[in-house]
């Protein structure tokens, strides 16, 4: 069983960065791809970002383009997201996924294995 475990959450301002890490357990877990998705009240999971760990190629919806980047550290079994100029719809539980596959998608029901989540508040 792979176990995802995120961190970096936190309150900060408008405008504001914040770096989430998430790292998971296992190195040969048969992992190809990790994305990150938030959760508002009140609304459906959205996706945030994806990368596939062989490249590091990299998939973004428009939402986020120009403001977050997401990386990953092979030797640490651990990916990232640096987050940039935040606002307060960025306000979220944040969730790290991976999947197996190596296709990058954003549909959250193609991830295996998920993280617990990390809140992240954006103050106006």
């Known amino acids: 069983q792979v176990q995802l475990v995120e961190s970096g959450g936190g309150l900060v301002q408008a405008g504001d960065s914040l770096r989430l890490s998430c790292r998971f357990s296992?190195?040969?877990?048969?992992?190809?791809?990790m994305a990150w998705f938030r959760q508002a009240p009140g609304k459906e999971r959205e996706f945030v970002a994806a990368i596939r760990i062989r490249d590091g190629t990299t998939h973004y919806p428009n939402s986020v383009k120009g403001r977050f980047t997401i990386s990953r550290d092979i030797t640490a079994n651990a990916q990232y997201l640096q987050m940039d100029d935040l606002n307060s719809e960025d306000t979220a539980v944040y969730y790290c996924?991976?999947?197996?596959?190596?296709?990058?998608?954003?549909?959250?029901?193609?991830?295996?294995?998920w993280g617990q989540g990390t809140q992240v508040t954006v103050s106006s």
């Open positions: 996924a991976a999947a197996r596959g190596v296709i990058l998608r954003s549909e959250p029901n193609t991830y295996d294995y």
């Open positions: 296992r190195r040969d877990s048969g992992i190809n791809s």
